[in-house]
Structure formats: C-alpha cells, structure tokens
C-alpha cells in the first residue's frame, strides 16, 4: 500500500529530498537511508534491529538543560574590568592581564575580584572599543562647537609606519580652562599637502568637529606643512581665509644653532658625535675611562669631581647639543689623557684622531664660546616647550635672545635700542664691531690668557666665533619672524599690560579684525575699558593675576551684582586668541610615548589599539593624573556590552603570518 507521508506523525520518518538521486520517497533521519513510501517497508524497517538500537540510543541520552538564568554584569564588575584595562594600557603590556587575573582572583577570594572573568582579547577590546573611543568623545563634546588649533606634525615607527599626529587646543567651559589634547593618529603612506589635507578633512569629519571653527594651525616649518605656495595650511585657509599658522619656535631654534655651527670647522662636530659612540658600544672601554677618571679626581677632602654620562649628538632632539658641549668640556683634562693611553694600547685610527683633537687647545676654545649660547638657546626652548606659554614673557625672552647675541658682535648704539633696529640692520656690515672688539664670553679670554696661543691662530679663532655669532642671528631672523610678530602683539593681554591705566587701546588689539565682526567693537570695547573698574585683587589670586590663561578664564565666568556676564563677549574673543599654538612640543612627546609603546618586540601592534593607547597615556599626563584616580564615565558602562567591544573596525588588519612585519 502506497501512502503519502505528510502528518504521518512520525518523528523518525520524513520525505526524501527530491534533489537526491533516489527512486524512493520516503527517508529514515534515524538511520540516514531512503525507503518506499510503502506501509510494508515502513513497518519493516521500524522493526529491524537497527534502527530500534538507534532509537533506544537517542532516548537514552539525557535532554539538554535549560538555562535557568542569565547571569548579568554589573556596574561593580565593570568597573573592576575597565580600571584594570586602563592600568595594563597606562602602566604594562596587554599580554601581562592573562596571569594578573588569576593572581587577583586567587587572593580576592570572597570578594568582587573572585568573578574575575578578563584575560588579554576582552582587556584589548575594552581599551579600543570602550575606553579609547569613550576618551575620544569626551574631547569632541568637551570642545562642543569651539574655535580650536591643531598642532600637526609627521613621524615614522619602529615597523617603518609613517602616521600623522594630530593635538588639539580649545577652551573648555566645563574644565574653565584652555586644553590641550591628543586627538588622533593618522596613518598616511605620502606627505603631500593634498594628501594631508584629504586625511585632516575625513578624519576631523568622521569625529564629529567642524573645520570652520578651525583658527590656527601649528607646524614644524616643513613646506607640505605651512608653505607659502601649496601646502596644508594653504589648502585648510581656502575653508577659514582667517586661519592663522604659527611655526614651532623650538624646532626654529634647533635648526639655527645647527645650521649656523656649520661654520666651525668639521672636527668641532666630529668631536662632538665621536666621543659618545667611542663608549657607548664598549663595556670595557667605558670601564677603563671611568678608572682614569676617578684616579684623576681623588680628593682626600671626599669632594669628588661627579662622573657624567656622555649624550649623542642628535639633530632631532632639540637640547642635545648643549649637554654634548657641557659634557665634553668638563671632561676635558680626563678625555685628553685616556686618550693619550688609549694610543699607546690601541692601533687605532679613530683613537689617535681623538687624542690630537684633545691635545689641540683650539678645539677646547671653540667649545668654550658654543657653550654659554648653546645654555641660552636651550633656556629659551625649554620655556616654548611647556603646553601654555606666558604670553607676557614670551616676547621679552625671544628679544632677550637676540640681544643677547647683538650685544656680543654688534655696536652699542644699535644694541640700545629696539630689537627692531637690530633686524633692520643684520646685513650692514657696518653695524659690527671690530673682531678684536667682540665679546666672546670671560671665559674665553681668561683661556687666551693661560694657554700659549699665537697671535694668527687667535684671530681666526676670533673670526670663526664672529661668523658663528652672525649666521646665528640671521638664522634667527629668517625662521623666527611670524613667531615675533605674533608674541608681541599677544601681550597686550597678559594681566599685567591689559590691568595697567595706561594699557593699549582696544583699536591696537592683535587679530580684532580677524575673528570679530567690525560692528562688535564699539561693545567690546566698552568691556576692554570697564576692566580698569574692577579692583581684581578681591575676586582673582595672585596665581590667576600671573598667568593669562588663567586670568581670562575667570573673567569668562565673572558676573555683576546682577549676574549677568559683563566680560563674556571680551573673554571669548581673547581666549580664542590665546587658543593659537606655540610649539609643537606636545606632538613630540606623543612621538615619544609612542616610542615607548611600540617598540622592536611590540611591532606587530595594530593601529587602532596604538591609537587607544597614546590617547590613554596622553590624557593622563595632560590632566597630571594616574590611573588610581580613574573613574568610568557613563559611555563606558554603555559600551561595556558585547556588540561594540567585540565589533572589529574597518581600518584594522590582523597579520596573518608576520611577513609584512620587519621583525620576527
């Protein structure tokens, strides 16, 4: 008997698909073999020894239980995640969380810290997919609309990965004070102005900020940088026609002072970056210096000469020159007789090269006249390398710098006046003193003195310091210009200029006709003359009277009896002005950081987990805060679920075998 097999009710039997090459209909899912669709065969087959042996099989085996409840994270646990993911993102390696959490779970028995459920790839997707893009917005709604700067610059990892680094400084009305912060990694192949330009734009878009809110732009005085012609500050100034560039000041100094000690001779430098690589590869050789040291400087009084490591010349770290000079000096005497012995003992060229520079008490004069500029040069570049300069005293040190330098080759009756004269009359060699008539430091006359030197060879000695002195400052002229025009306009708004009776009119104010709207200055300048009325030693500190960030945050806020805010409208446009970069030293020490993350055993890193991280590092050392101070924000407990910790970004690539990587 044939019969169909649509609610037949049997669980085992169903019909055969029509796609299998079969003549029978009908299909044993018990015993995976095809039947007739016939009552006999049917019945036959249900009563074969096989298929009730299967049958028995699968009402033996027990039936899969039911969960009976969902067990749900809490806020106290995710708390305990995300602290530990930043402190292993701040302070050590993300491989190190997979035994950190069975030591905490091992000693916090009874405790929270039992439940301990996180080991690397959860600690990993917390750090990129919770806590950085949590920080990232954190920066985007502080900011909120603002005018900004971004302080750019480009540098290159340990896996040979160029990427472009992007800082960001505004005022933050939640904070009450102008930030500065990490904003983002950018990973680029070509530094072309296009190219930069198109990256900026995708990026700052992608994040949520407004380019038209942009105002200034810091570099590092590359030409795709701010150009004249074509590069990305000329590109970004099509959209903001008032975008202002300001040059690193730090950078302009390092590449002055190295520029113009091209002008001693060679083995001033040779000395210089030779010394440092004779020890720094040789145990031994640094062994046997330190005993001829410590013979030399054997004082029965115990007040020992302090043994000082040798530094690398280095043209990219901006006070290396200066240490390298110190160094050298002061271990002159040491230096020359190791080297005599070292002659004696080595065959070896570079030695004996050494030691004639040694005995040669030119090379020790030469030294004597870098140092004291070298010592300025680096005053001056640590003071532009803090995050917020002293607007106030920023023009009188640049100044103070070319005075400084004037007074030693030039005449008195240009170094009395303005620096303005000076820069005018740079190229007029009438303006220099005779080469007898410089002044090249006490020093250097008490040596000319002692040491027995001729007379020839003194005079061009004195020539060479002449020229050195020279191509400093028109070095200084031709990279610092901008920079000196800007500072000097920016101290009519430290406290003490914008608080004197006799201060600058409001018509005199740098950039009033850039980043306000002419019928604004009547009111604001009403608001500039009313800050005479106010006795502000009652409302400010002395520290906020000082300091001119500080100052003009507080008058942001400053309400009358009636509370209203009679110096918002002021503040807000000399805020925006004091939110123009100085340097470029906060794009350096993300550089930094990133060095120290990346390095030749972590070059596998990805970019979204190195990006994470730098904004981790960053933003606890812009707030001067650990991460024992750590408190998660309410957008991280949101993003603390499995959707977005473990979405995989777009822009991110595992290496599958490691051969794009150039270590192993």
Not at 197 to 215: P, Q, S, T, V
Not at 334 to 347: M, N, P, W
Not at 358 to 369: A, Q, R, T
Request: glycine share 4%; net charge positive; proline share 3%.
């Amino acid at each position: 008997m044939y019969i169909t097999l649509k609610n037949i009710g049997l669980g085992w039997l169903c019909e055969a698909d029509k796609n299998d090459n079969n003549v029978n209909e009908a299909f044993c899912k018990i015993c995976k073999s095809f039947l007739r669709a016939h009552q006999t065969d049917l019945k036959k087959h249900s009563n074969g020894k096989t298929h009730i042996a299967k049958m028995k099989m699968i009402v033996s085996e027990p039936s899969q239980s039911k969960i009976s409840n969902i067990i749900i994270i809490t806020n106290e646990q995710k708390e305990i995640d995300l602290k530990l993911a930043l402190y292993v993102a701040t302070h050590s390696s993300i491989r190190n969380m997979d035994h950190l959490t069975d030591i905490l779970k091992s000693i916090g028995k009874g405790s929270p810290l039992s439940n301990l459920k996180m080991h690397r790839t959860k600690c990993s997707s917390l750090i990129k997919n919770v806590i950085g893009p949590s920080l990232l917005e954190n920066v985007v709604n502080d900011c909120n609309g603002n005018p900004f700067s971004l302080i750019v610059d480009e540098s290159t990892d340990v896996s040979v990965v160029k990427y472009l680094c992007l800082c960001i400084k505004y005022f933050s009305i939640q904070d009450q004070k102008i930030k500065i912060q990490f904003l983002g990694l950018i990973e680029v192949e070509k530094c072309t102005a296009d190219l930069l330009y198109e990256h900026i734009c995708k990026y700052i878009d992608r994040i949520g900020l407004n380019l038209k809110n942009l105002i200034g732009i810091g570099t590092n005085g590359a030409s795709n940088l701010c150009g004249r012609n074509h590069s990305l500050f000329t590109l970004l100034r099509q959209q903001n026609p008032n975008l202002q560039i300001v040059r690193c000041i730090c950078h302009s100094l390092n590449n002055a002072i190295s520029k113009a000690a091209d002008v001693f001779p060679s083995h001033i430098d040779f000395i210089c970056r030779v010394v440092f690589n004779w020890f720094h590869i040789s145990p031994l050789r640094r062994a046997e210096y330190k005993n001829t040291f410590d013979l030399l400087n054997t004082n029965t009084n115990g007040k020992n000469k302090k043994f000082h490591q040798f530094h690398q010349l280095s043209g990219t770290r901006w006070l290396a020159r200066s240490y390298v000079v110190s160094t050298i000096l002061e271990h002159w005497f040491e230096l020359k007789t190791h080297f005599k012995y070292v002659v004696k003992k080595e065959k070896c060229y570079i030695a004996r090269t050494l030691n004639e520079m040694f005995h040669d008490d030119i090379n020790y004069l030469y030294l004597i006249i870098i140092k004291p500029i070298l010592e300025e040069f680096n005053r001056l570049n640590l003071t532009f390398q803090k995050n917020f300069v002293d607007i106030g005293k920023s023009y009188d040190d640049i100044c103070g710098l070319y005075m400084f330098l004037a007074k030693k080759i030039m005449k008195t009756t240009l170094t009395s006046s303005d620096i303005n004269n000076i820069r005018q009359n740079i190229s007029n060699e009438s303006a220099y003193l005779p080469v007898d008539k410089c002044n090249f430091g006490i020093q250097y006359y008490q040596l000319i003195n002692t040491l027995k030197i001729a007379s020839d060879t003194k005079h061009v000695v004195d020539v060479k310091a002449l020229a050195f002195i020279k191509a400093l400052l028109f070095e200084l002229d031709k990279r610092l210009p901008d920079n000196l025009k800007l500072f000097q306009e920016l101290q009519y708004f430290s406290p003490k200029q914008c608080l004197n009776q006799l201060h600058p009119k409001f018509s005199n104010l740098p950039f009033i006709h850039k980043f306000l709207e002419q019928s604004m200055f009547s009111f604001l300048e009403v608001q500039w003359e009313n800050i005479l009325n106010i006795t502000w030693s009652i409302h400010l500190s002395e520290e906020e009277l000082n300091d001119s960030h500080a100052f003009w945050a507080k008058l942001y806020f400053f309400k009358d009896a009636g509370g209203s805010f009679i110096f918002r409208d002021l503040s807000e446009f000399v805020l925006k002005v004091l939110c123009l970069p100085s340097s470029n030293a906060v794009v350096e020490r993300i550089f930094s950081i990133m060095n120290a993350i990346k390095t030749r055993s972590r070059n596998r890193m990805n970019f979204s987990m190195l990006d994470s991280l730098l904004r981790i590092r960053s933003s606890f050392t812009s707030k001067t805060k650990c991460c024992t101070e750590f408190s998660p924000s309410k957008a991280m407990y949101d993003k603390f679920n499995s959707n977005i910790m473990y979405s995989k970004p777009e822009n991110e690539s595992i290496p599958s075998s490691g051969n794009n990587y150039i270590y192993d």
